[in-house]
């Protein structure tokens, strides 16, 4: 149902049990939340939301000013009936550039995504793709996150290391290696501080990452499935590059990464986009993933020594085996 009164609007929905509005939002703290995008025949598109709107108020909740991203998604997931105001704005919504901004979707129940979002989702929330180093927000429910990562304090600083493998909602969103800066807009260097943060959430848990910081990606391309590609690995290590091969010419070099200050091995982390076990001592495993791709490859390397310290406390977890990425 809708009202309307000159630019402003307001719209009813009421959620069916399951489903979602199918929105994307952008904008918080002095940057007004916006709709960017609705999703073909969701629910939101369904009760007349466009992208281009500015979302006013949910449920008598004024979003001011002062209004963040977390408490924007907070308010659109804080009942299954929601009277949202909207204003239209006059002519096409400018472009925002404010590195501040981030970008949460809404899932719409079986929608397809476009190839800069990820396929896959948090618990009703998609994000937007991002490269190794940038910056994330992912959102979950509290049951969904709490006790469910192995956090790592590393250089003064929180670093994931594995997260439940049997937990559907965690699965294709997280990498080895991610930092993780804050929780629900809280910034944390020591798991204590995470979990805390978890605890007292009433329902929502905010995640603000930066996408595996430490890691280098190769890409290789070889003209026939028999030619070499150049390089030695031991177990899920980078050992050695041939001059002139296939690796070297990808700008792969064993002893160029760096940690804590100091040179050190690589170790791969993931091979075409697959998540490579960090307790992986296999090397036949490491080459039947690289080659899978038959001619072309994408490596994804992080400092040995990095690796080593996420491996050795994650061998200390009761559970560890839950918790170890693998594809």
């Not at 925002?96 to 990820?118: P, Q, V, W």
């Not at 307790?279 to 899978?292: A, M, Q």
């Not at 400092?303 to 918790?323: A, K, R, W």
Request: overall charge negative; charged content about 20%.
């Amino acid at each position: 149902m809708i009202s309307q009164e000159e630019d402003i609007f307001s719209v009813t929905i009421d959620l069916p049990q399951g489903e979602r509005l199918g929105l994307v939002l952008a904008g918080g703290v002095d940057t007004p939340i916006e709709i960017k995008k609705v999703q073909d025949g969701s629910v939101a598109s369904l009760s007349g939301l466009t992208g281009g709107l500015q979302i006013m108020s949910v449920n008598n909740i004024i979003f001011a000013p002062t209004t963040t991203h977390h408490d924007a998604i907070m308010a659109l997931t804080s009942s299954s009936v929601l009277n949202i105001s909207v204003k239209r704005k006059p002519g096409s919504a400018k472009k925002r550039t404010d590195d501040k901004e981030k970008t949460l979707a809404i899932e719409a129940a079986g929608e397809n995504m476009d190839d800069k979002e990820m396929k896959d989702m948090s618990y009703g929330y998609r994000v937007k793709k991002t490269d190794i180093g940038s910056t994330l927000s992912i959102y979950l429910q509290k049951r969904h996150a709490l006790n469910n990562f192995h956090l790592v304090e590393v250089t003064s600083s929180l670093w994931l290391a594995g997260w439940n493998q049997k937990e559907p909602a965690l699965m294709n969103k997280f990498h080895v290696g991610d930092q993780l800066l804050s929780v629900n807009g809280q910034p944390v260097t020591t798991v204590a501080e995470a979990n805390t943060i978890m605890e007292m959430t009433p329902s929502g848990v905010e995640l603000l990452l930066k996408r595996m910081p430490l890691a280098a990606e190769y890409k290789m391309h070889r003209e026939k499935e028999a030619e070499d590609w150049g390089m030695q690995i031991r177990q899920n290590r980078l050992v050695d590059v041939i001059h002139g091969g296939i690796a070297w010419t990808a700008g792969l070099q064993p002893f160029s990464a760096e940690f804590a200050e100091k040179a050190c091995s690589w170790a791969i982390t993931q091979v075409n986009k697959c998540p490579v076990s960090v307790l992986c001592r296999s090397t036949d495993v490491i080459w039947s993933k690289i080659n899978s791709g038959k001619t072309d490859a994408l490596i994804t390397l992080q400092p040995s020594e990095f690796v080593n310290i996420l491996s050795n406390s994650l061998l200390e977890h009761p559970h560890y085996e839950d918790f170890v990425a693998r594809s």
